[in-house]
């Protein structure tokens, strides 16, 4: 029986050692925080790499957007080039090619901004004058120029970027006079319009800006058709395409 029960104490002590005691409570704490922590450190690092996944896709697809625009407008110029090419080789193998007079001028985005702002300087300045002295006040005068300056430049790029898309009066290059002329006058109908509102709403008085708006449709009538000659005469941001026929 000593030798049964010494048996049975050896096994019971083998078997205490190779079990892992049960967790104490705090430890049990400590390990599903630990686990926890884990678990949302992973989620936060996926929902960032997500958000980056997310940026870079933005980014291809803008880029993409922009590499479309380029090849197109890259084969159009091919087009344009081979087609240059063509009349190239016709003339020098002796064929006559014939000038349509059909010279396509556009003018560039550019070109439209930087013209309306400088015109907005230059009218700004007189209805500056005008307006201080027919108001009599600097304060009104600012006011009238402030609101022209905004409404006015925007409104004249939107007009500039408009008749870009009419080639009537454009001749050798470049604006002929009665466009010139045709494009003072129609800008200067809706300057007379604007300058009489702002004018009236700020002055509240309708004499005064009847004046004001009356006294810069002369002046600025003429000061813009010097304007649009002189503009005629430069070349920066115009696009030409010549038609030639064989």
Not at 43 to 72: G, M, P, Y
Not at 211 to 227: E, G, L, N, Q, R
Request: aromatic residues 8%; charged residues 20%.
């Amino acid at each position: 029986m000593k030798s049964i029960s010494f048996t049975l104490l050896l096994v019971c002590a083998a078997s205490m050692a190779f079990t892992t005691p049960p967790l104490l409570s705090p430890q049990r704490s400590l390990l599903q925080s630990t686990l926890s922590k884990t678990t949302i450190s992973h989620q936060t690092t996926s929902n960032a790499a997500n958000a980056d996944l997310k940026r870079i896709e933005r980014i291809i697809e803008v880029e993409e957007k922009k590499r479309l625009k380029i090849a197109e407008k890259l084969e159009f110029t091919q087009k344009k080039m081979a087609k240059l090419q063509e009349l190239q080789t016709s003339y020098l193998n002796g064929v006559t090619l014939q000038n349509t007079n059909n010279e396509l001028v556009t003018e560039s985005t550019l070109r439209s901004a930087v013209k309306s702002f400088l015109w907005r300087i230059i009218a700004g300045s007189v209805t500056f004058v005008t307006a201080v002295k027919f108001s009599g006040s600097v304060s009104t005068a600012l006011t009238i120029v402030g609101s022209d300056f905004v409404s006015k430049s925007a409104t004249m790029f939107i007009g500039e970027r408009l008749m870009n898309k009419s080639q009537a009066g454009r001749k050798k290059g470049g604006d002929d006079i009665g466009r010139s002329l045709m494009k003072a006058l129609i800008w200067r109908v809706f300057a007379l319009c604007n300058t009489l509102a702002a004018g009236l709403l700020i002055s509240g008085n309708l004499k005064v800006a009847s004046k004001i708006a009356s006294s810069d449709a002369v002046i600025k009538t003429a000061m813009m058709f010097v304007y649009e000659r002189t503009w005629a005469k430069i070349g920066w941001g115009k696009e030409y395409d010549i038609d030639f026929s064989i």
